[in-house]
């Protein structure tokens, strides 16, 4: 978690300021005057705990006080987005008086009920959408699928980032559930199982490890798996955190594909599932190698491949490859996802030109799943935590 202290403080004052002018309408206003009392209190509040917040070396504490910390944040900004929505308003209302006329209070109430809405809206997302679940039910086909992997069921999970739960199972527990419901034949992970460092992992290795499908469970790393934002004392301890996380998901009973692959049997046919490390455009690190990972990525096995960034597809999988279907994560659709009917917008299209859902053509397809968990903010604006169902099916089905 990065906090760079000039803006932080630029936000600080702007919000000091904000206050300021709020206190004075109440003043002025001559009615409920306690208002300026209970102003003046959660102000004073909010400003001291954002100051701690400041203050705290944030890559010395544990992973429960950074959890902490982005709560005391979310708090902070809830309360200080409606205020500027609520001034903006009041700006507009008054641009009247500056022609020595009544200011519009159709605007200036309009200001207020918008404040409100999104005040609860932004709790509505932390308390809300961020602890449900979105199980997307989608039907890949392919016209040279293995004919005993016809209706095949495959369960993709992602950015599980367990670390933002602290120790609390109760929300993944129902993750797990919901998938084991499915009953899906295979169950696929695609990387950010932690936030720093492995060892938030460690009050759900139970949970977890309930996971189950007949033809089991496989994974790979995450940009935010390898300890890369962590600091750490000796790069002997990064060392002993990577093993950590390899001895913690084969406890969990899961198999960790680490630039290699696996064969998986059924009905008298195979498929090949291979996974990659993670590959990322920069500052996102960059362990995978495709062309270790598998013999032959051109032969004619039906493959699917499992890397955490969904450029890797574009750039690496599309050009040297005839992978049939990748599966990613990493984009979490930034955490923000409006829907119109069919129509999905979010900001992550701004960043990514693959951040959501399903795409390619019949011969190579890529689906970005936007993720269980987050990062930065304990919320999801319409970005509910996704789990999606595959069904493979041949082209004439």
Request: proline content about 4%; hydrophobic content about 45%.
């Amino acid at each position: 978690m990065r906090l760079p202290l000039l803006p932080i403080l630029i936000i600080i004052i702007v919000n000091i300021i904000t206050d300021y002018v709020i206190y004075k309408q109440i003043v002025k206003s001559g009615t409920y005057r306690w208002l300026k009392y209970v102003h003046l209190a959660l102000s004073s509040l909010l400003f001291l705990m954002i100051m701690l917040v400041v203050i705290i070396p944030k890559k010395a504490v544990s992973n429960a006080i950074l959890v902490d910390i982005m709560w005391v944040i979310y708090c902070y900004f809830s309360v200080y987005i409606p205020k500027y929505i609520y001034l903006l308003f009041c700006a507009f209302a008054n641009i009247p008086r500056l022609f020595k006329c009544k200011k519009i209070k159709v605007v200036y109430y309009s200001g207020v009920i918008v404040s409100i809405i999104l005040f609860f809206t932004i709790w509505w997302s932390a308390l809300v959408t961020r602890n449900s679940i979105d199980i997307n039910q989608v039907k890949v086909s392919f016209s040279d699928l293995p004919g005993g992997f016809n209706g095949y069921k495959i369960a993709q999970i992602s950015d599980l980032h367990v670390g933002s739960f602290g120790s609390d199972t109760t929300y993944l527990h129902k993750v797990v559930n919901a998938i084991n419901d499915l009953h899906p034949d295979l169950i696929l992970f695609t990387g950010d199982i932690v936030n720093r460092q492995t060892s938030e992992l460690l009050p759900f290795i139970n949970t977890l490890s309930q996971l189950h499908a007949v033809d089991g469970v496989y994974s790979v790393l995450g940009n935010h798996d390898y300890g890369d934002y962590n600091k750490w004392k000796s790069e002997l301890e990064k060392i002993e955190n990577l093993q950590l996380m390899y001895d913690l998901q084969r406890q969990m009973g899961w198999t960790l594909l680490s630039n290699d692959y696996r064969s998986i049997y059924h009905s008298g046919d195979s498929i090949a599932v291979i996974g990659v490390e993670n590959w990322g455009e920069p500052p996102f690190s960059r362990y995978g190698d495709l062309k270790s990972s598998y013999v032959n990525l051109n032969d004619s096995v039906f493959k699917i491949l499992l890397s955490h960034n969904p450029s890797h597809w574009e750039n690496e999988v599309v050009p040297f490859s005839n992978i049939h279907l990748t599966l990613s994560g990493h984009t979490h659709a930034m955490q923000i996802l409006f829907k119109i009917g069919n129509l999905r917008m979010s900001p992550a299209k701004m960043r990514y030109k693959y951040w959501g859902g399903l795409y390619g053509s019949d011969k190579q397809k890529l689906y970005v799943n936007i993720g269980i968990g987050e990062v930065g903010i304990p919320a999801r604006f319409g970005a509910t935590p996704e789990v999606t169902l595959f069904t493979l099916v041949g082209s004439n089905d």
